[in-house]
């Protein structure tokens, strides 16, 4: 493939996905964890994902139960197999995952890349998406019980973007379905958008990255945690590809903070913490290779070990 249509895959895939390392959360006076009901976002954010699967490790060894968990993109994924309380199937999963179990290319992406410059786009720009997320949705299939997840006692938010309205389109316990769960995940030219009635959906995140506004609006809870993989290393250069996703994944966790300060404004006695790593993610938003994001998984189990120890919870 050229480097121009892999540049531009990167590009697409990183408006959803990757930003700057952070801090564990802080413990606020009058805050007691005893009997709270905690809430839990995913953010999401392609392949470093697999750091909140670590997350859902730490509150399943801590015997926490969330009264419910949202997500968009990547996260949604991970928010639906966590309410049916399946941490260890959640990081097994992304331990196994490979590149092929998410996705194929699609003859426009193949057949652009070998075409000339002009000619090249045009293929790629009157296409309905340059990857083929047949192999996403077989995978999905076989792990998310979608009827242990209609009984859960924990509520899911999932969250996916209706492109002819222009708004977030919300799915719940018993209103997820494979085509939703997929829709949330499907990155806008990447993948083709899943067909819904007049509805036209994708990723969730081109319209609420970190949807604690939206769990916050239909739920009660007294602390929610939002988890955000976005921690890419500096530039070593200023290459156009450098600059770009830098420059994106920055963009991308200002919103989500502007998001977490906007959630304690409006609901002043809800304890919103915001989880980020402690170090930098060493994978790209598309690089679906277990064995690599083991590391994320431990990163995230540690950082989320170290939250909840913040915030009081028992060991």
Not at 28 to 53: P, Q
Not at 57 to 82: K, Y
Not at 272 to 279: D, E, F, I, K
């Amino acid at each position: 493939m050229r480097s121009g249509t892999a540049g531009l895959l990167l590009v697409l895939a990183l408006t959803l996905g990757a930003a700057a390392t952070g801090a564990a959360c802080e413990a606020r006076a009058g805050r007691d964890a005893t009997g709270a009901k905690l809430g839990v976002v995913f953010a999401g954010g392609g392949a470093k994902a697999a750091y909140e699967a670590g997350v859902g490790l730490v509150l399943r060894e801590r015997g926490i139960v969330p009264a419910a968990i949202a997500g968009t993109s990547s996260g949604a994924i991970n928010a639906a197999l966590l309410a049916t309380g399946e941490a260890e199937r959640l990081a097994e999963l992304w331990r196994t995952l490979r590149r092929e179990n998410v996705f194929a290319y699609r003859a426009p992406a193949v057949l652009g890349g070998l075409l000339p410059g002009w000619f090249g786009f045009q293929v790629i720009a009157r296409a309905r998406g340059l990857l083929d997320p047949a192999p996403l949705r077989a995978t999905l299939a076989r792990h998310v019980d979608f009827g242990r997840l209609r009984s859960s006692p924990v509520a899911v938010l999932v969250v996916a973007t209706d492109l002819v309205s222009g708004t977030p389109q919300r799915f719940d316990n018993a209103t997820l379905t494979l085509d939703a769960l997929v829709a949330s995940a499907t990155v806008p030219g990447l993948f083709p958008a899943v067909v819904a009635g007049d509805r036209l959906l994708v990723d969730g995140g081109v319209v609420q990255r970190a949807p604690v506004m939206e769990l916050l609006d239909v739920h009660h809870l007294d602390r929610v945690l939002v988890v955000a993989a976005y921690a890419g290393e500096p530039p070593r250069d200023a290459t156009v590809q450098a600059v770009l996703e830098r420059s994106i994944e920055l963009a991308l966790a200002r919103e989500i903070s502007r998001d977490v300060e906007l959630a304690r404004f409006r609901y002043p006695r809800v304890d919103v913490q915001l989880l980020t790593p402690s170090s930098a993610l060493r994978a790209r938003p598309l690089d679906f290779d277990g064995a690599r994001l083991e590391a994320l998984i431990a990163l995230g189990r540690d950082d989320g070990r170290r939250c909840l120890e913040a915030l009081g919870y028992p060991s």
